[in-house]
């Protein structure tokens, strides 16, 4: 009798790392994005282009989602050793956003606070 035939692991098999990558990822962009609400509702300029400089409420909880979602399909189909690159990089990206929105004096809110005019 033969053992049972395993195939070899896939590039794009997800390792502990990469979920823990994309996880940790999703997670800074939630922070960003509550920062961010809190940021702008004290004045701050947006740094994000894709945003705009003074973006509404209304435009940033549409395009923050959509760009986690962005984020995560693309992860999902990148080779497991590209996939840490990915997120480790956009893991800095988002660390730099909170602590610019953090230094800045501005914490996270969870209510919404940009200011209609």
């Keep these: 009798m033969t053992a049972p035939y395993t195939p070899p692991p896939s590039t794009h098999d997800w390792t502990p790392l990469n979920r823990v990558l ?21 004045g701050g300029i947006e740094g994000n282009p894709l945003l705009g400089a003074h973006p509404s409420e ?7 989602p959509l760009g986690m979602l962005a984020t995560q399909g693309i992860g999902a189909v990148l080779p497991s050793k ?16 909170l602590i610019r929105n953090l230094s800045a004096g501005h914490g996270i809110t969870l209510t919404g606070s940009i200011p209609v005019p």
């Design 58 to 64: 209304g435009h940033v909880n549409t395009m923050v």
């Design 82 to 97: 590209l996939r840490n690159v990915w997120y480790g990089g956009l893991s800095a990206l988002e660390v730099a956003a």
């Design 22 to 42: 994309a996880g940790s990822t999703a997670a800074l962009q939630g922070a960003d994005w509550l920062s961010t609400l809190a940021f702008l509702g004290h």
